[in-house]
């Protein structure tokens, strides 16, 4: 999901001119800039008229054009036909952007005829391109609907953020909750008013503080499937454990208590084995899965961790336990506890196109870096089947 940081020239090279024409003449801006005489290989002309527009609206369109740029690849395209999926209409607009070429036709596109779907589409990308470090995983509420369609249950959440953040830390006194589907999945993003502050700001050529009200940010993603809810929170995730509690009261019915802590985990020794197979179907898409790091602790006095990481190939797979093979000369294979390990998916191309590769880490006792976006959510189903993901009985 990581993209190169943006910059506007190169977004001008990407983006079709007819696209860039019709944003700008639509905003009555860059009148006189002949886009028909546009060379891509020379954004010069277009860069200069740019810059000299005024602050406030090359600011604006900075903006813009970075929400287009987030969006122009395979997860931010996803990320709107999964909001589409939810109106019925998927395959309507798929055809249309099965008509388009570059991924930045498709978002350019999307963003000046198909308006419905950006905001949602930008909150999924967003918490899609948040690390996985800076999540904090609940895995033992009850396995039944969230209350999403209630009203009175999205008040209430918002009011129990509201007095818990007053309360605790002086801040939060309004709180906006907006809730979407995204297959078996239900986001909430939370909105909690933050402390003021005054930042600097430039005005035209003057530089003046300015009083603001910002919101900091809250997202619950809550797997009624499987009972198991994703928190992020923009600060200190140490009060994580209370935001679970105030989600599992008000949208499940569920009293959350310390005794109720998840001790399931990975069960990480089957990857000891260099013949270890990895279950999924065809219809997954996946291609093949390959162990490419193993950090190991072992049992020794005093204990010591080793990492081993190699290079998985198609002709060499299973590099990485050519290594582990020389380790065992040394210490004995039961000494050795697998406490983290790298693996690398590779998913075949959309109609014969390039294939592409997923890397992710799984640590004991129950850590994952995948991100909750489509593939992310087919490896999570591969790794269940293959017996290394916690699931509780029955599930």
């Not at 509420?141 to 002086?170: M, R």
């Not at 590769?357 to 189903?381: M, Q, V, Y």
Request: charged fraction near 30%; include cysteine; aromatic fraction near 12%.
């Amino acid at each position: 999901m990581s993209r190169q940081q943006f910059a506007m020239r190169q977004f001008f090279r990407d983006a079709p001119i007819h696209l860039l024409e019709r944003y700008f003449k639509g905003k009555d801006w860059l009148a006189d800039f002949d886009f028909a005489g546009f060379q891509p290989g020379n954004v010069e002309p277009l860069y200069g008229a740019w810059e000299a527009l005024p602050d406030e609206v090359r600011a604006q369109s900075e903006e813009t054009f970075r929400e287009i740029d987030a969006l122009a690849c395979e997860g931010g395209i996803k990320a709107v036909l999964d909001d589409a999926e939810f109106w019925g209409e998927h395959e309507k607009l798929l055809a249309v952007l099965s008509a388009l070429d570059s991924w930045h036709e498709k978002s350019f596109t999307l963003f000046l005829d198909h308006q419905k779907y950006w905001k949602v589409a930008t909150a999924f990308i967003h918490a899609d391109t948040i690390s996985q470090r800076y999540w904090r995983k609940c895995k033992n509420l009850p396995a039944k609907p969230a209350k999403v369609d209630d009203a009175a249950s999205i008040a209430a959440l918002e009011a129990n953020l509201v007095h818990y953040f007053t309360t605790q830390e002086g801040r939060g006194k309004k709180c906006k909750v907006e809730v979407y589907r995204r297959g078996t999945l239900e986001y909430f993003f939370a909105y909690p008013e933050d402390h003021p502050h005054k930042p600097l700001i430039w005005k035209g050529r003057e530089l003046k503080p300015q009083l603001e009200t910002p919101a900091f940010e809250i997202i619950f993603i809550f797997d009624a499937g499987q009972g198991s809810l994703d928190v992020y929170i923009d600060g200190d995730r140490r009060i994580v454990p209370e935001l679970q509690k105030i989600f599992a009261g008000i949208m499940l019915d569920f009293v959350l208590t310390g005794s109720d802590k998840d001790t399931r985990a990975y069960e990480l020794a089957p990857l000891k084995a260099p013949d270890m197979q990895f279950q999924y179907g065809a219809e997954s898409g996946i291609l093949r899965v390959a162990v490419k790091k193993l950090r190991l602790s072992l049992q020794t006095r005093p204990i010591q961790r080793i990492t081993l990481e190699a290079s998985p190939t198609p002709e060499n797979p299973r590099a990485v336990y050519g290594m582990l093979d020389k380790l065992e000369k040394s210490y004995p294979k039961d000494a050795m506890k697998i406490t983290q390990v790298g693996i690398v998916v590779t998913f075949a191309g959309k109609d014969g196109g390039k294939e592409s590769t997923r890397s992710f880490d799984l640590g004991w006792p129950n850590s994952c870096s995948l991100a909750h976006d489509e593939k992310g959510e087919i490896i999570r189903k591969m790794l269940a089947d293959s017996g290394l993901e916690p699931r509780w009985p029955g599930r």
